[in-house]
C-alpha cells in the first residue's frame, strides 16, 4: 500500500470571490496557470471545470533536471521545420503524460480533479474558493476579497504506508516528500501570482468578468510563443478569441477560422464578427539567413499584414473591426542603434535602421498603417527579446547554464558601458500583457515599444541568468556558433544587435508590468 500525504497551499487575492471562481472556470485560465519551467499543457480542459471534463498535461522532473530536459527538447524542436516538428511522437518527449478527470464540481465555491493516468501513485486536487476573513484582502473597494484554497492528496510511487521506500527506508521517503512538496510549492506559488496579476489587469481593462463590455478580438499566431498566452489572456477576462489558422482541419474547431495569408483570403464573417484584430503570424526569425529564409521572412510579415488590411478593406465600413493591433519588432532601429542619439534609449519617433530586418519591420509596418486611413486605431508593438523557458533565447542558453558552461552570446560590439551590445527583453506574459492592454485600451496608438523598462547588456544577462540558476557565467558563447546557425548576417542582426529600447511610451500609457527588473522575470519564468 502507498502512503498517502496531504499538502495545502493558500492565495489570497484582493478580488471578490465569485470574479475569482469565474477567472478560474474561464476559458484559458489553467493555460496562464500552468508553470513553464514545470509542465505544458496539451489539451483541455475538455468541458471546463466541470464533472466529467478531462485535461492532458506533460509533467516535466523537478528542479534542474526537468528544466534542463525540457529546454533541450524544446530548442530541438524549435530549430527543426513546423511541419517536422509536429510529427516528433509525444512518447519521445522527456515530460511524462498525465491525464486528470473532474470528479466533483460546486458552482461558485469548489472543484476537483483526480490522475486519471499519470507518473504518481494517487492524486487528489480539490480547489476551494472561499471568502477572505475581514481585512484579510479587501477588495479596493473595501469588501472581502477571497481566498484559494488548494489541498493536495498525493502518494508518491515506491513509498509505502510505513513510509518507506524499497532498501532504503524512512529518511529517503522523508527527502522524496520533501523535494516533491517544495516542487509543488513553487508551482503553487507561481499561480497564485498569475491569478493575482490576471484579476488586477482585468479589473484594469474592464471587461464581461468584471462587468464590463466583451470584445471579440481575432488573432493571428495564435498558436506561437505569445499568441498561446495572450489567447488565454484574453479569454480569461471574458473575451471572445477567434483564432486564424491556416489548416482547414483546425479551422473546424468552435474558435478558429481560415485564411490563407500568402493566398489573400480571410474568412470574412470572422472579421465581421471582430471587435479588434491582433496580428502575430510570421515565420520564425531563426535559421540560417539564406535568400530563401530572408524572403520566407519579409513575406509572411508582409503579405499577411496585406492580407489582413485587404480583407478589412472590402468590408462595408459599419461592418468592420475597429482596431488592429499589429506585431512589429525593436528591430525596426537597426542592429547597431545602441541607445539612439541621446544615449537615454530609442524611442519611437526615430527612424527606421538600414539593414535587412530593419527593411523587414519598415514594410511590415506600412502594410498596418494602410488600417489607418480605414478609421481602425492601429497600435504597431515592436517587441523585444521574448523571454520563456519554452522557446526563444532564453531557452537556448539554458542547456548550457545549466551544465555550468553558460556566458555572454555576445561580448563584443556594443556601445554599452561593459562593451557588450545591450538587450532590450520582457518576459512572455508582460509581452502578452502589453498587446491586451493594446487592444482594450483605447488610448494606446501608433508605436509602441514592448520591451521592460530595464534592458540589460549581453554580459549582465548572463551574469544575473547565472545567478537565478547557481551557475557561473563566464564561457562566452563562442562566435562562430551564432555564425554556424544562422550564417554572418543572422548572427550580426539578431545576435550582435545592439539596442536598448525605451519602455517610457508604454508606462505612459497605464500599463503596469508584472516584471520591470531582469531577475525577478527570471526568477518567475524560472521557478526559482
Same mark, same amino acid.
Given at each position: 500500500?502507498?502512503?498517502?500525504?496531504?499538502?495545502?497551499?493558500?492565495?489570497?487575492?484582493?478580488?471578490?470571490?465569485?470574479?475569482?471562481?469565474?477567472?478560474?472556470?474561464?476559458?484559458?485560465?489553467?493555460?496562464?496557470?500552468?508553470?513553464?519551467?514545470?509542465?505544458?499543457?496539451?489539451? /483541455?480542459?475538455?468541458?471546463?471545470?466541470?464533472?466529467?471534463?478531462?485535461?492532458?498535461?506533460?509533467?516535466?522532473?523537478?528542479?534542474?533536471?526537468?528544466?534542463?530536459?525540457?529546454?533541450?527538447?524544446?530548442?530541438?524542436?524549435?530549430?527543426?521545420?513546423?511541419?517536422?516538428?509536429?510529427?516528433?511522437?509525444?512518447?519521445?518527449?522527456?515530460?511524462?503524460?498525465?491525464?486528470?478527470?473532474?470528479?466533483?464540481?460546486?458552482?461558485?465555491?469548489?472543484?476537483?480533479?483526480?490522475?486519471?493516468?499519470?507518473?504518481?501513485?494517487?492524486?487528489?486536487?480539490?480547489?476551494?474558493?472561499?471568502?477572505?476573513?475581514?481585512?484579510?484582502?479587501?477588495?479596493?473597494?473595501?469588501?472581502?476579497?477571497?481566498?484559494?484554497?488548494?489541498?493536495?492528496?498525493?502518494?508518491?510511487?515506491?513509498?509505502?504506508?510505513?513510509?518507506?521506500?524499497?532498501?532504503?527506508?524512512?529518511?529517503?521517503?522523508?527527502?522524496?516528500?520533501?523535494?516533491?512538496?517544495?516542487?509543488?510549492?513553487?508551482?503553487?506559488?507561481?499561480?497564485?501570482?498569475?491569478?493575482?496579476?490576471?484579476?488586477?489587469?482585468?479589473?484594469?481593462?474592464?471587461?464581461?468578468?468584471?462587468?464590463?463590455?466583451?470584445?471579440?478580438?481575432?488573432?493571428?499566431?495564435?498558436?506561437?510563443?505569445?499568441?498561446?498566452?495572450?489567447?488565454?489572456?484574453?479569454?480569461?477576462?471574458?473575451?471572445?478569441?477567434?483564432?486564424?489558422?491556416?489548416?482547414?482541419?483546425?479551422?473546424?474547431?468552435?474558435?478558429?477560422?481560415?485564411?490563407?495569408?500568402? /493566398?489573400?483570403?480571410?474568412?470574412?464573417?470572422?472579421?465581421?464578427?471582430?471587435?479588434?484584430?491582433?496580428?502575430?503570424?510570421?515565420?520564425?526569425?531563426?535559421?540560417?539567413?539564406?535568400?530563401?529564409?530572408?524572403?520566407?521572412?519579409?513575406?509572411?510579415?508582409?503579405?499577411?499584414?496585406?492580407?489582413?488590411?485587404?480583407?478589412?478593406?472590402?468590408?462595408?465600413?459599419?461592418?468592420?473591426?475597429?482596431?488592429?493591433?499589429?506585431?512589429?519588432?525593436?528591430?525596426?532601429?537597426?542592429?547597431?542603434?545602441?541607445?539612439?542619439?541621446?544615449?537615454?534609449?530609442?524611442?519611437?519617433?526615430?527612424?527606421?535602421?538600414?539593414?535587412?530586418?530593419?527593411?523587414?519591420?519598415?514594410?511590415?509596418?506600412?502594410?498596418?498603417?494602410?488600417?489607418?486611413?480605414?478609421?481602425?486605431?492601429?497600435?504597431?508593438?515592436?517587441?523585444?527579446?521574448?523571454?520563456?523557458?519554452?522557446?526563444?533565447?532564453?531557452?537556448?542558453?539554458?542547456?548550457?547554464?545549466?551544465?555550468?558552461?553558460?556566458?555572454?552570446?555576445?561580448?563584443?560590439?556594443?556601445?554599452?558601458?561593459?562593451?557588450?551590445?545591450?538587450?532590450?527583453?520582457?518576459?512572455?506574459?508582460?509581452?502578452?500583457?502589453?498587446?491586451?492592454?493594446?487592444?482594450?485600451?483605447? /488610448?494606446?496608438?501608433?508605436?509602441?515599444?514592448?520591451?521592460?523598462?530595464?534592458?540589460?547588456?549581453?554580459?549582465?544577462?548572463?551574469?544575473?541568468?547565472?545567478?537565478?540558476?547557481?551557475?557561473?557565467?563566464?564561457?562566452?558563447?563562442?562566435?562562430?556558433?551564432?555564425?554556424?546557425?544562422?550564417?554572418?548576417?543572422?548572427?550580426?542582426?539578431?545576435?550582435?544587435?545592439?539596442?536598448?529600447?525605451?519602455?517610457?511610451?508604454?508606462?505612459?500609457?497605464?500599463?503596469?508590468?508584472?516584471?520591470?527588473?531582469?531577475?525577478?522575470?527570471?526568477?518567475?519564468?524560472?521557478?526559482?
Amino acid at each position: 500500500m502507498t502512503e498517502t500525504r496531504v499538502f495545502e497551499h493558500r492565495t489570497l487575492l484582493r478580488h471578490p470571490r465569485r470574479t475569482v471562481f469565474d477567472w478560474l472556470a474561464a476559458p484559458g485560465a489553467l493555460q496562464r496557470m500552468n508553470p513553464p519551467f514545470a509542465s505544458e499543457l496539451a489539451a /483541455g480542459p475538455s468541458d471546463g471545470l466541470r464533472e466529467g471534463s478531462q485535461t492532458r498535461l506533460r509533467i516535466g522532473a523537478p528542479g534542474s533536471l526537468g528544466l534542463f530536459a525540457g529546454a533541450v527538447d524544446g530548442g530541438l524542436r524549435a530549430a527543426l521545420p513546423a511541419a517536422v516538428s509536429r510529427r516528433i511522437p509525444a512518447a519521445l518527449s522527456p515530460r511524462l503524460p498525465w491525464r486528470a478527470r473532474h470528479t466533483a464540481y460546486e458552482e461558485g465555491r469548489m472543484f476537483r480533479d483526480e490522475m486519471a493516468s499519470g507518473p504518481l501513485s494517487a492524486w487528489r486536487h480539490t480547489h476551494s474558493v472561499e471568502d477572505a476573513a475581514p481585512g484579510e484582502a479587501d477588495t479596493a473597494e473595501g469588501e472581502s476579497g477571497a481566498v484559494v484554497v488548494d489541498r493536495v492528496e498525493y502518494a508518491l510511487p515506491g513509498v509505502g504506508t510505513a513510509g518507506r521506500l524499497p532498501v532504503v527506508g524512512r529518511p529517503a521517503a522523508d527527502a522524496a516528500h520533501r523535494v516533491f512538496e517544495a516542487e509543488l510549492r513553487r508551482q503553487f506559488e507561481f499561480r497564485g501570482r498569475v491569478m493575482a496579476e490576471d484579476l488586477d489587469f482585468h479589473a484594469g481593462h474592464p471587461g464581461p468578468l468584471v462587468g464590463g463590455p466583451a470584445r471579440t478580438v481575432l488573432v493571428t499566431g495564435a498558436g506561437g510563443l505569445v499568441g498561446t498566452q495572450l489567447c488565454a489572456l484574453l479569454t480569461g477576462g471574458g473575451h471572445r478569441v477567434i483564432r486564424l489558422v491556416r489548416s482547414p482541419g483546425q479551422a473546424e474547431a468552435e474558435d478558429a477560422a481560415l485564411w490563407d495569408p500568402a /493566398g489573400g483570403t480571410v474568412d470574412a464573417a470572422a472579421l465581421r464578427a471582430a471587435d479588434v484584430v491582433v496580428n502575430l503570424a510570421g515565420e520564425p526569425l531563426a535559421g540560417r539567413f539564406t535568400e530563401k529564409h530572408r524572403r520566407a521572412v519579409h513575406d509572411s510579415r508582409v503579405d499577411g499584414t496585406r492580407t489582413l488590411v485587404n480583407a478589412i478593406a472590402r468590408l462595408p465600413e459599419a461592418e468592420r473591426p475597429t482596431v488592429l493591433i499589429n506585431g512589429s519588432a525593436v528591430g525596426w532601429y537597426g542592429a547597431d542603434a545602441g541607445a539612439g542619439p541621446d544615449g537615454r534609449g530609442l524611442t519611437e519617433d526615430l527612424p527606421a535602421g538600414d539593414d535587412f530586418l530593419a527593411g523587414v519591420v519598415a514594410d511590415w509596418e506600412a502594410q498596418a498603417r494602410r488600417a489607418e486611413e480605414l478609421g481602425l486605431r492601429v497600435v504597431r508593438v515592436r517587441t523585444g527579446i521574448v523571454l520563456s523557458p519554452t522557446g526563444g533565447m532564453l531557452a537556448q542558453l539554458l542547456p548550457l547554464f545549466l551544465a555550468g558552461a553558460g556566458g555572454p552570446v555576445a561580448t563584443r560590439g556594443g556601445r554599452s558601458h561593459d562593451g557588450s551590445p545591450w538587450i532590450s527583453w520582457i518576459g512572455v506574459d508582460d509581452i502578452a500583457g502589453v498587446f491586451a492592454h493594446a487592444a482594450l485600451a483605447e /488610448g494606446v496608438v501608433g508605436a509602441v515599444n514592448g520591451t521592460a523598462p530595464e534592458p540589460v547588456t549581453a554580459k549582465e544577462f548572463a551574469r544575473v541568468l547565472g545567478t537565478v540558476l547557481h551557475r557561473p557565467a563566464a564561457v562566452p558563447v563562442p562566435e562562430f556558433g551564432p555564425r554556424l546557425l544562422l550564417g554572418e548576417q543572422g548572427a550580426a542582426e539578431l545576435i550582435r544587435a545592439d539596442q536598448k529600447a525605451s519602455a517610457e511610451l508604454v508606462l505612459d500609457s497605464g500599463y503596469a508590468f508584472r516584471d520591470a527588473v531582469l531577475e525577478g522575470a527570471l526568477r518567475r519564468l524560472l521557478g526559482r
